[in-house]
């Protein structure tokens, strides 16, 4: 085809993210281990999430890979830890139900990711969703990689696990008309010794003053390395450039109390803070799950959670479609399943009322 290679697939996912790989992972347990395509080069290094609910915790269990998630993780018994710095006396602390585990997203994606290339399912890095299309029964993907021509791609069913503003949810044509925006946000990716500070159970997240305002403190493993996130405001002139590593470490100081702390930047990044569902999770053979299908803030802890969840029941329902019939409309009850869960826990981001004040965790 024009110099184009081509492969057939049972089922094409889209994004190595959490509900990509747990989809992945459900699949290869039913025999139909997937391709996978991720646009990144290699596995995300710095994590947008940490906390894990027990329900998750089963699940990474049944995949094997509970030992290394214990290991580059800790347990967490509260929330939130609020401080007018880390190293001043407590102010408040909430507890936080249901969330009994914390591990760093990139490294639960790493994780994830060998188990899911242990059972079967082939990962491919680099490689961006370009085009897609229905064509009879199938899917044909348009696929473009750093090196080497396009590739084509026939795939009964595709899974759209590549985020907010992924490819598969634009081709399909399913639109966001519940949307929220929370404002700015940077993310400083740091290595620095502040356990002797926190304890070795430290909190899911450190407040610092009004975490609207001062921000948060993020463990992001269980060795020194930690996530100092700030609001910033684009609106007023001011660029990602403008925070330099000197910036940088004075805003972790101040947070900590501690003026010549040693800090190590090893990543600076802006986001902006969302809630958002898409209008529905499937349109024909594309189907919706993860970022793409909802947003979360990350004070609300679910994003990460309920991405997994998606996996593992569409997972399921694709497997008992293609074994029974292949008719895509027998999806729907994969978003019967999962999306009234999403409605209930995004209903008060999404509601019009006053933000919280709550910062990335």
């Known amino acids: 085809m024009n110099g184009q290679s081509e492969e057939r697939v049972q089922v094409l996912v889209v994004g190595a993210g959490p509900a990509g790989l747990a ?11 997937p391709l996978i395509l991720e646009r990144r ?5 710095h994590p947008r999430a940490t906390a894990l609910t027990a329900q998750t915790m089963q699940l990474i269990s049944r995949w094997g890979a509970e030992p290394d998630v214990r290991r580059l993780g800790f347990r967490c018994e509260y929330a939130m830890s609020i401080r007018s710095c880390l190293t001043g006396p407590e102010i408040r602390r909430a507890p936080f139900d249901g969330h009994v585990w914390a591990c760093a997203q ?19 890095y680099g490689a961006e969703l370009a085009g897609l299309q229905p064509v009879g029964q199938e899917m044909l993907a348009t696929v473009a990689a750093a090196a080497g021509p396009p590739a084509t791609i026939r795939a009964r069913y595709v899974v759209g696990a590549d985020g907010a503003h992924g490819a598969v949810r634009q081709a ?26 926190t304890g070795d159970r430290p909190c899911l997240v450190y407040g610092i003053g009004d975490p609207s305002t001062g921000g948060v403190i993020v463990p992001a493993g269980p060795a020194d390395r930690w996530i100092r996130g700030i609001p910033w405001h684009p609106e007023r002139g001011e660029r990602l450039e403008d925070f330099s590593q000197e910036r940088c470490t004075a805003v972790i100081r101040s947070a900590v109390g501690v003026p010549d702390l040693p800090v190590e930047i090893t990543d600076i990044r802006a986001f902006t803070m969302t809630a958002a569902i898409a209008d529905r999770y499937r349109a024909g053979r594309a189907v919706l799950a993860g970022d793409a299908a909802h947003v979360f803030t990350p004070a609300s ?27 895509p409309h027998t999806l729907d009850q994969y978003e019967q399943a999962c999306r009234p869960l999403a409605e209930k826990l995004l209903g008060p981001e999404l509601a019009p009322a006053r933000v919280g004040a709550h910062g990335p965790s």
């Open 23 to 33: 989809t992945a992972l459900e699949l290869a347990a039913r025999g139909l281990a």
């Open 41 to 45: 080069p290699a596995a995300g290094r």
């Open 106 to 124: 990139d490294h639960l994606e790493t994780i994830l990711a060998q188990r899911a290339a242990a059972a079967g399912a082939r990962l491919r």
């Open 172 to 197: 399909a044509g399913i639109t966001t008309s519940r949307a929220r925006a929370f404002g700015d946000w940077i993310s400083i990716l740091f290595r620095s010794p502040l356990r002797e500070y």
């Open 301 to 327: 802890g679910m994003g990460l959670n309920l991405a997994i969840h998606d996996g593992t029941v569409l997972a399921q329902a694709l497997a008992a479609t293609i074994e029974h019939g292949d008719q």
